[in-house]
């Protein structure tokens, strides 16, 4: 006769929501990661964009295994890190938003080399993708940076416990 | 006879920095990685704490060839991420600072297992090494979660184009 065992979790085991409370406190700048698919434009929003190094000039992301981006991403050799502005806040939730098209809105333009860049970010970086490194369902990418573009200059989009925020002379701890 | 040449960059390279311009700009909360090294507590301010996985609960950093923390990080199979708070500008520029005790100022302790936590930390994470990714000289690491400690309820610290920034109502975005 079977028994239902009501177990503690194993020593050493952190839950997950735990996990997702924890990096839900930390800030981060918003950032949309563009590709070319085979369909058309892949694109979605991450907060999960580092600077690995800089000579060479190596950037990582990661992607959840539940993302509709992820396909696109496993075959791409390239993508675009686009750094969203204060007042793109829009955009951010945009291509966090499923089963819509997130181009639709017509406020990109393909690179020659397909990938899109979004109007208004703040700065954009082209990458080819060096590294995926599977973790759990999830895949952790590198990618080298090969060319580098700037919009109009203007504050960060900044995320943190499910907000948004603008920094700026207000935020500043002098 | 020999001549220099005064090539134009290769296509397709990005200058060291510019790329650090770009990641100047791009904001990140503040962590503290800390160790238990051979010869003692070992730390490091990273802003390029990410988290990669929830299922398993997996987070990533870099560190740079030129980290002191380097060696111990290659040799350290857990570390503990201590998320700064904005009362703690002075811990992250003293675990920034070469040449000095980082720990002289007695405000951590070590957990059992020794990994030094530091006092007024938003919360920390312990974590178990997993992959260790060279990216030219610098270091990406992934590390499964397996501990969870929080501190005092308060906002994070943010760390953007060379400053310290506090995240509140004055800054949120409605």
Known sequence: MSQILHLPPARGAVDADDFKALFRHHPAGVAVVTLRGHGGPVGFTATSVISVSAEPPVLAFSVAATSSSRPALEEAGTVVVNFLAEDQRDVAARFATSGIDRFAAGDWHPLPTGEPVLEGATAWVRGRIE????????????????????????????YVNRGYHRLGEHSRLT
Request: net charge positive; proline share 7%.
């Open 131 to 158: 590294e995926r490194v599977p973790v759990g369902d999830s895949l952790l990418l590198t990618a080298r940076a090969v060319r580098v573009g700037h919009g109009h200059r203007r504050e960060p989009l900044v």
